[in-house]
């Protein structure tokens, strides 16, 4: 062997390693480009001092979380919408009654931005039925699916606060 054929070897040698560190260094940056934009949705609850009892889901991640369900459940059991509002339902359910609320339920497909924020849930004028709501809202828990851009990660939110 001479040394024309060493340096052939060598080369050769040189080559695939470069190609085996670029495709190494192609799978880290797919890895970081998806957790990059990666979604964590969270609700939180306020009470406020006037009375009032607020729902509010927020996307606290570093991308857009696309909606894939959203659902309530009390007590485990899941509340079924029969047309009044799956919010109206969880609310008869809790046994609270008639209350002054505004809400607003995520679809399917929606997207939220980073650091948007949704009221779900803002009832209002309690009076003197603030405390017996507050300890019926604590039994309800909110359930949301939902995956990044990339559509390959299924996340789920579970709880009220």
Aim: hydrophobic share 40%; net charge neutral.
């Amino acid at each position: 062997m001479d040394s024309s054929d060493v340096i052939a070897v060598c080369a050769a040698f040189i080559a695939l390693s470069a190609t085996g560190v670029s495709i190494w260094q192609g799978y880290l940056n797919r890895v970081h480009f998806r957790l990059s934009v990666r979604p964590h949705v969270t609700v939180h609850w306020n009470n406020t001092s006037d009375g009032r009892s607020i729902f509010t889901m927020f996307n606290n991640g570093l991308g857009p979380a696309i909606i894939r369900s959203f659902s309530i459940e009390i007590n485990g059991q899941e509340i079924k919408d029969s047309g009044s509002g799956i919010i109206y339902e969880a609310l008869k359910s809790l046994g609270v009654g008639a209350l002054e609320c505004k809400s607003f339920v995520p679809s399917e497909g929606e997207a939220y931005a980073v650091n948007s924020q949704l009221v779900l849930m803002d009832l209002y004028d309690l009076g003197e039925k603030h405390e017996k709501v507050k300890a019926a809202l604590a039994l309800m828990k909110f359930k949301i699916a939902y995956t990044s851009i990339y559509n390959e990660n299924n996340f789920l939110y579970r709880g009220n606060c």
